[in-house]
Structures are given as structure tokens and as C-alpha cells.
């Protein structure tokens, strides 16, 4: 199995513009988890699925973030308009149902200028 | 809320020496589960180890070892004979049986030094 795949690994864009970060989970997983790390916060969970649905989406900072899961092998983070402060890590971590290991993505590296 | 402590936001060992990171957290609840992430500078997340609460035994994986205090809410990890490879982030998380997300300390960064 190739892990969780995120894309892009590294995006740079400047502030006001749309941003979608993409992940594909291990299949077979049906919780999918993204979390977001900056220096000053450490690791946060933004949003978490299971079996495509949000189960909890209070970790969304405000209404300029957004995420879907259309289905079991795809997820999409999207923000916007997009600003600096937005810029951090964002991780996104699949686990199948009653395993309570996570399984995370390499990441992606936001940079919004 | 469940929160992480990890106290130590930095600190350094001599190769083949033994370090240990600290890790404390705060919950009600009585099952949950306990893991120590590594994040090297290629930023990927690693899982070192993992705890169940009901198990009294400290788990074990090669030089890396638990010391889980239920009663004191404690769960530092030891790192026997340090590697330069061991240079990292090491983050204490936790979650509860049941399908929670993961709750995360802030992390300790370590460095091993030759």
C-alpha cells in the first residue's frame, strides 16, 4: 500500500487566493483526519470524516476554510481567500474504524505571501 | 478537555547516551491510548510507540521504551543507546478508545550529538 498520498507537497500563493489541499486516505480506511502544525500551535485537528461524512468540524478556524470528502478515496481542504496566517503544515491521517493508530500523510507545506 | 503536556521543549543527548522525554495529560476518562510520533526534518510523522491504558506492562520496541504512570496521568518515553537518526520532534499524543482524533503536546525537540 502506497500510504496516504497529500498534494501538493509544497504551495506557494499569495494572500486572496484559493488554495486545495488533496488526500487520498489508505484504502480501507474510513476515518480521515486533517490536522494543521505551526510553530506557535503545535498540531491542531481541523476536521475529521468517517465513511465521508464531518463528525466534527470545530477545529475549522473560520468560515474561509472548507472541506469535503465526495468519497471514500479522496478528501480536499479548501480555503478561501487564503491569508498569511494561514501558512503551516497541514497534515491529513487516515485509520480504519476500532485501530486507534493513525496513519499520516507526508504533509503539505502552505506558504501564503 | 483532554490536553498533553510535554514539558521539555528542547533538549540534547550524547550518542549512545540515554534520554528521556516527559509527557503528561489530563482526562476523566478510563480506557484511552497513548502513542509517541517522531517527526524528523523530512516532517513525515513516525510512530515510535504505543500504550494501551489497560495494560499495566510498559510497551516496548527496540531502544525505545514507556514508563506509563496511570494513577499519576505520566507517560515519558526513554530512548536507550541514541542515535544520530533519532534527531527529531517527538510529539505525546492521546485518544480515547472509541474512534477520537488525536490530541497532541506541543512537542520536545531533540538532538543527539555525536
Known amino acids: 500500500d502506497a500510504g496516504v498520498i497529500q498534494s501538493p507537497r509544497h504551495e506557494v500563493t499569495e494572500m486572496g487566493q484559493e488554495v486545495t489541499l488533496r488526500c487520498k486516505p489508505i484504502s480501507g480506511h474510513d476515518y480521515l483526519f486533517w490536522y494543521r502544525q505551526t510553530m506557535m500551535r503545535g498540531l ?29 478515496s479522496f478528501s480536499t481542504l479548501k480555503i478561501q481567500p487564503s491569508e498569511p496566517r494561514d501558512s503551516a503544515v497541514y497534515f491529513c491521517a487516515s485509520r480504519p474504524t476500532n485501530y486507534n493508530e493513525q496513519f499520516f500523510g507526508p504533509g503539505t507545506r502552505l506558504t501564503v505571501l | 478537555a483532554q490536553t498533553v503536556t510535554q514539558s521539555q521543549p528542547e ?61 499519576a496521568k505520566s507517560f515519558s518515553l526513554k530512548i536507550s543507546d541514541s542515535q544520530l537518526g533519532d534527531t527529531a520532534m517527538y510529539f505525546c499524543a492521546f485518544t480515547f478508545s472509541g474512534n477520537t482524533p488525536l490530541v497532541f503536546g506541543k512537542g520536545t525537540r531533540l538532538s543527539v550529538i555525536a
Open chain 1, 44 to 72: 491542531e485537528l481541523l476536521i475529521y470524516f468517517n465513511n465521508n461524512v464531518p463528525i466534527d468540524d470545530s477545529g475549522m478556524p473560520e468560515d474561509r476554510f472548507s472541506a469535503k470528502m465526495p468519497n471514500a
Open chain 2, 11 to 71: 533538549m540534547s543527548v550524547q550518542e549512545a547516551e540515554t534520554v528521556t522525554l516527559s509527557c503528561t495529560y489530563d482526562t476523566s476518562e478510563n480506557n484511552y491510548y497513548l502513542f509517541w510520533y517522531k517527526q524528523p526534518p523530512s516532517r513525515q510523522m513516525i510512530l515510535v510507540i504505543r500504550q494501551e491504558a489497560y495494560k499495566q506492562q510498559n510497551a516496548t520496541e527496540n531502544r525505545f521504551s514507556v514508563n506509563f504512570q496511570k494513577a
